[in-house]
C-alpha cells in the first residue's frame, strides 16, 4: 500500500510546504532584495574600488561585469525562494548547488585576496547563511517533487 502525502489546498501533486522550508523561503526572498537588489541600486562603497563589484567563483568583477553578475545572483535567488516556495525538486538541488558554490567561491576568494580583515567576517557570515539554509531544508529534502 502507498503512503499518502498530504497536498497543498488546490494542487493535488504538491505535498504540503513545512513551516520551515516556508522560513527559508522568505530568507532567501529578503536577502535577495537587501543584498542583491539593493546592490544593483546603490552599490556598496569598498574601499577597492569605486562601484559595483561581485565575485564570481572567488575572483571580484567590476563595474558592468559585477552588475550582471548581480542580476544573475538575483535571478538565481528569486528561483530559490520560488521553488523552495512551491515544494519542487529544483529547489533543494539550488539550495545544494548554492552552498556548494558559495564555500568554493569563499575559499578561493580567501586564499586569492588574503585580506585578513574580511577573511574571518565574510567567513563567518557565510557559515551561518548556509548552516541556517541547510537546517531548514534537510529534513524535508525527500518531499520536494
Not at 129 to 143: D, E, H, V, W
Request: with cysteine; hydrophobic share 55%; net charge positive.
Amino acid at each position: 500500500m502507498a503512503a499518502v502525502t498530504p497536498t497543498q489546498p488546490g494542487s493535488p501533486s504538491r505535498p504540503t510546504r513545512p513551516i520551515m522550508v516556508s522560513v527559508a523561503a522568505c530568507l532567501v526572498a529578503i536577502y535577495a532584495v537587501m543584498f542583491i537588489a539593493w546592490d544593483m541600486i546603490a552599490p556598496f562603497e569598498r574601499p577597492y574600488a569605486e562601484g559595483p563589484v561581485s565575485v564570481v567563483l572567488g575572483f571580484r568583477v567590476f563595474g558592468l561585469s559585477a552588475q550582471l553578475m548581480h542580476a544573475l545572483q538575483l535571478m538565481v535567488a528569486g528561483s530559490l525562494a520560488y521553488h523552495l516556495w512551491t515544494m519542487r525538486r529544483f529547489g533543494w538541488h539550488l539550495v545544494v548547488f548554492s552552498v556548494g558554490y558559495m564555500l568554493v567561491s569563499y575559499v578561493i576568494w580567501a586564499q586569492v585576496y588574503n585580506e585578513s580583515e574580511y577573511i574571518l567576517g565574510f567567513g563567518l557570515f557565510y557559515v551561518v547563511i548556509l548552516l541556517i539554509l541547510l537546517a531548514l531544508t534537510f529534513p524535508y529534502r525527500r518531499k520536494f517533487v
